[in-house]
């Protein structure tokens, strides 16, 4: 099992920046991607951005790039999400999960593992 555990997250106003980071502990060694997704309120679940940790390979979603970077330190088994120019439609609960998926993973059922989620809330 691996355990996720999301921080990071708060109330920002709108144009502003957050960093997001997860640290992954437990069975961490089949986790060969790790990913961001964001859920709104009434809303699915969406991808946001993902890093297989081999290679360092990083891949968004196509309305975020440019806005939002990811990063890890597999040392520590932490990855960040860098959110800049936020706007309230980025108002959500952000959750970091674990995939053993070597191709792009950008389903949440190519996770097997998940954190709690952290609350981002854009201000207008």
């Known amino acids: 099992q691996v355990q996720l555990v999301e921080s990071g997250g708060g109330l920002v106003q709108a144009g502003g920046s957050l960093r997001l980071s997860c640290v992954a502990s437990g069975r961490t060694l089949g986790s060969i991607t790790m990913g961001w997704f964001r859920q709104a309120p009434g809303k699915e679940r969406d991808f946001v951005a993902a890093l297989r940790w081999t290679g360092g390979y990083t891949y968004y979603a196509d309305a975020l790039k440019g806005r939002f970077t990811i990063s890890g330190d597999k040392a520590n088994n932490t990855i960040y999400l860098q959110m800049s120019s936020l706007t309230p439609e980025d108002t959500a609960v952000y959750s970091c999960?674990?995939?053993?998926?070597?191709?792009?993973?950008?389903?949440?059922?190519?996770?097997?593992?998940w954190g709690q989620g952290t609350q981002v809330t854009v201000s207008s």
């Open positions: 999960a674990a995939s053993p998926r070597i191709g792009p993973a950008r389903a949440p059922n190519d996770y097997n593992a």
